[in-house]
């Protein structure tokens, strides 16, 4: 395995699909639906590559864990898009706010789901200490 591919977020594969995203089919629910199909598709990648997930220390217990990488957020994506010149910085800059103002009104993470409830992050929460 290729060092930082444990880490790694976009992989080539991702960036070309990426690239061909266009700008005039553009919406934050276009951006939404690629960001959920290219975290699928980091999965399949990881697994043809044998790439395990990776180590963290769990706050809780202070053991080591083998956790699960997060989604591709929509800001990744942005970013991605930025590094691969498809947009400019001041894009960049006015899209970042346009998803910021976005996610607010409809209540969305960074991964343009509903947000969960304090209730349900909790509930979160108490299964990982239970199951230390």
């Not at 444990?6 to 960001?35: D, K, N, S, Y």
């Not at 789901?113 to 200490?129: G, I, M, R, S, V």
């Amino acid at each position: 395995m290729p060092a930082g591919d444990a880490q790694r977020v976009w992989f080539p594969e991702m960036l070309e699909q990426l690239g061909r995203l266009g700008r005039e089919t553009f919406t934050w629910e276009v951006m939404i639906a690629f960001c959920s199909k290219m975290t699928s598709f980091r999965v399949e990648l990881r697994e043809a590559k044998g790439i395990k997930d990776p180590i963290y220390y769990c706050k809780s217990c202070g053991k080591k864990h083998r956790g699960e990488l997060p989604g591709v957020s929509i800001r990744s994506a942005l970013f991605a898009l930025l590094k691969q010149d498809v947009i400019s910085d001041s894009e960049l800059k006015t899209l970042d706010r346009d998803w910021a103002r976005y996610r607010r009104k409809n209540r969305l993470n960074a991964y343009g789901n509903p947000k969960e409830t304090q209730e349900a992050q909790q509930a979160e929460d108490q299964l990982c200490n239970e199951d230390h």
